[in-house]
């Protein structure tokens, strides 16, 4: 299993798609999807092909609708949660945002 994590307010969402996130990697656990750069990676991992678990605090605010995306609610400073969302992924990559 891969881990990313970003920490930026702005990312080149093809430089993780093409270097960080190799091509056999299918599924992505995406904490902070909801966010300006979680959502920029969600799409882009979807349009590529990828499965997609997304932890978000507030899954209404995901409107897009995917075969190949799964919303989960969840606080992710909890290591149960945390735990259940990286099970069985390949890559994990956070763009949470605690503000």
Known sequence: MYSVFLFFKSVDVELISNYLIPWNMKKI?????????????????????????????????ITLVHPNLIVMQGDVMSVDTVEK???????????????
């Open 29 to 61: 656990a995406l904490i902070g999807a909801s966010g300006f750069v979680g959502s920029a990676l969600l799409n882009e991992s979807l349009q590529r092909g990828h499965q997609v678990t997304a932890r978000v605090r507030h899954p209404e605010k």
């Open 85 to 99: 969302l990286v099970r069985g992924a390949d890559v994990v990559i956070s763009a949470y945002n605690p503000g």
